[in-house]
């Protein structure tokens, strides 16, 4: 069995490349700039999914495919179909859950759009719905140097999920008999952001403070850098989240017989690496 990797680098699609490359399957692993991708025993391919003259080398005798959401992932959709993939492996978001009626251009809309794509070729799909990632602590990294993270929404909840969980659960899946289905992949605990933050802290040793900032400032700042509709989707969702418990499913452990890790088990070997 030949798997397409796309995104092999990004941080989950590099989970997904080790684990199926350890399980001893042939990998195809795919990059915009296939030179950057490490070497390490997977077949390297060009393969961008806004492009569709790079579709065909990348799918030519593939038979499963973990994928990325695009700008818009129909013609790659139907270039799987025609190149006889039959199943593929999405990373979703758990936005498609938290927002089942999707404003257009925001999170959830891009995201419901490409499990209808994959759907809509044909495509036996496995749509993984994770919630946070646990490297979104990387936006707080300024903060964190400088000792206080500004917040809009301390209180909001998330399951920081390890990026490494999500490619051992799309693992497991792209191994499987195919089965058309979503899954709601999530941490093993609900924290807020400001507990998160405290854990940084004491992983660093250093005291790092939480300071709440007036949601409008904190808006208009990331207007100037993001697009409105995903910037609304943002602060609808941590609006919604402020001080509710984030609910957390078993799918980890159910799929990959291990507990999903924790944050500070992220925080540990991720994070600072040791
Ligand atoms: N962060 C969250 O909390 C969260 C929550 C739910 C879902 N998600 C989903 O997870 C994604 C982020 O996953 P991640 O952290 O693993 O990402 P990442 O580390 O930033 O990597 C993204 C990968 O996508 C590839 N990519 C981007 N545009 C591409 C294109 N046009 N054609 C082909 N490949 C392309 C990149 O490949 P090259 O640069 O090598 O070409 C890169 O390897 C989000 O975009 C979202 O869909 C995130």
């Given at each position: 069995m030949t798997v397409l990797v796309t995104g092999a680098r990004g941080a989950v699609?590099?989970?997904?490349?080790?684990?199926?490359?350890?399980?001893g399957v042939d990998v195809r692993a795919a990059g915009r700039d296939p030179s950057v991708l490490p070497d390490d025993g997977s077949a390297r391919v060009a393969l961008d999914l806004d492009d569709p003259s790079?579709?065909?080398?990348a799918l030519d005798g593939v038979d499963r495919v973990f994928v990325y959401v695009a700008e818009d992932l129909r013609p790659f959709?139907?270039?799987?179909a025609d190149a006889g993939v039959r199943h593929a492996v999405l990373l979703s978001s758990e936005s498609v859950l938290t927002e089942p009626e999707p404003e257009p251009g925001g999170i959830a809309a891009?995201?419901?759009d490409a499990e209808t794509a994959l759907r809509g070729a044909g495509i036996t799909t496995t749509?993984?719905?994770?919630?946070?990632?646990?490297?979104?602590?990387?936006?707080?990294?300024?903060?964190i140097a400088a000792g206080f993270v500004e917040l809009p929404f301390p209180r909001s909840a998330t399951t920081p999920i390890d990026e490494r969980d999500i490619g051992d659960v799309a693992v497991a899946a792209l191994l499987a008999d195919p089965v058309d289905e979503s899954v709601h992949v999530t941490g093993p605990e609900s924290l807020t952001m400001a507990e998160q933050v405290a854990q940084v802290a004491e992983r660093l040793g250093r005291p790092i403070?939480?300071?709440a900032v007036d949601p409008d400032v904190a808006r208009e700042q990331m207007a100037r850098f993001v697009p409105s509709a995903v910037v609304d989707s943002?602060?609808?969702?941590?609006?919604?989240?402020?001080g509710v418990p984030a609910p957390v499913t078993d799918e980890v452990a159910r799929r990959t017989g291990h507990p999903a890790r924790t944050?500070?088990?992220?925080l540990t070997e991720v994070f600072t690496g040791a």
């Open positions: 699609g590099s989970a997904v490349r080790s684990g199926l490359l350890a399980a790079s579709y065909g080398p959709a139907r270039a799987m891009h995201h419901a749509a993984l719905r994770p919630g946070a990632f646990a490297g979104n602590t990387g936006q707080w990294s300024r903060g403070e939480v300071r943002l602060f609808r969702y941590w609006r919604d989240t402020d944050y500070r088990q992220w």
